[in-house]
C-alpha cells in the first residue's frame, strides 16, 4: 500500500475525512481528472482513509494539476 491516494471525492470531503480519523496529511491536491489526491504522513493514516472510502479509490491512471496544494 502508498501514502498517496486518489480518490473519486472533493477535497473538503478528504480533508473531513482525514481530520475525523487523525490522518495527517502531507500533500493534498485536486486532480484535473476529477477527484482528490492525498497524501498521508504514514501508513497508518493511509489504511484508515482507504478503508474509509472503500470503493472511491482511484485505481489507474490520473490527470494531475502542475502544482499541488502544500499542506503543513
Known sequence: MSRALNLNA???HVL????????VITQ?????SGG???VLQDMEG??????AYKGKVISGPVRRAPNG???D
Open 36 to 38: 482528490t489526491r492525498v
Open 16 to 23: 473531513e475525512t482525514c481530520a475525523k480519523h487523525s490522518a
Open 10 to 12: 472533493p477535497q473538503e
Open 69 to 71: 496544494t502544500m499542506r
Open 28 to 32: 493534498i491536491e485536486v486532480l484535473r
Open 46 to 51: 493511509a489504511g484508515l482513509v482507504t478503508r
